[in-house]
């Protein structure tokens, strides 16, 4: 059984970075290298949103328009991590956040991804 657990979120203010962590915890199991991890966010009162994707084996990186430039996302296959680095915040990047795991591969739709982590929280404000 896989688990998802995100860290690394906080309270910065715009411009600052912040690097948000997803371990994924397997007994018996990892991650496949067929299988998507993505990062999703939620605001107060919006719909979950895409922010990036990254195939696992291959590496390849995929990412929304809003955080083009800004974030990247990155993992590290031999120990089950997954990382997003945000540089430049802005107050729009806040959001609860969350990793998650698609086994059909990469996506965009939350739908795709069957198994999520907690949240954690990035507050972007002076």
């Known amino acids: 059984q896989v688990q998802l657990v995100e860290s690394g979120g906080g309270l910065v203010q715009p411009g600052d970075s912040l690097r948000l962590s997803c371990t994924a915890s397997?007994?018996?199991?990892?991650?496949?290298?067929?299988?998507?991890m993505g990062w999703f966010r939620q605001a107060p009162g919006k719909e979950r949103e895409f922010v990036a994707a990254?195939?696992?084996?291959?590496?390849?990186?995929y990412y929304a328009d809003p955080v083009k430039g800004r974030f990247t996302i990155s993992r590290n296959s031999a120990e089950n991590m997954m990382y997003l680095h945000m540089n430049n915040l802005k107050p729009e990047d806040t959001a609860a956040y969350y990793c998650?795991?698609?086994?059909?591969?990469?996506?965009?739709?939350?739908?795709?991804?069957?198994?999520w982590g907690q949240g954690t929280q990035v507050t972007v404000s002076l």
């Open positions: 998650a795991r698609s086994r059909r591969g990469y996506s965009t739709d939350a739908a795709d991804y069957d198994l």
């Open positions: 397997t007994s018996g199991g990892r991650i496949f290298s067929s299988f998507a």
């Open positions: 990254i195939r696992w084996g291959v590496g390849n990186t």
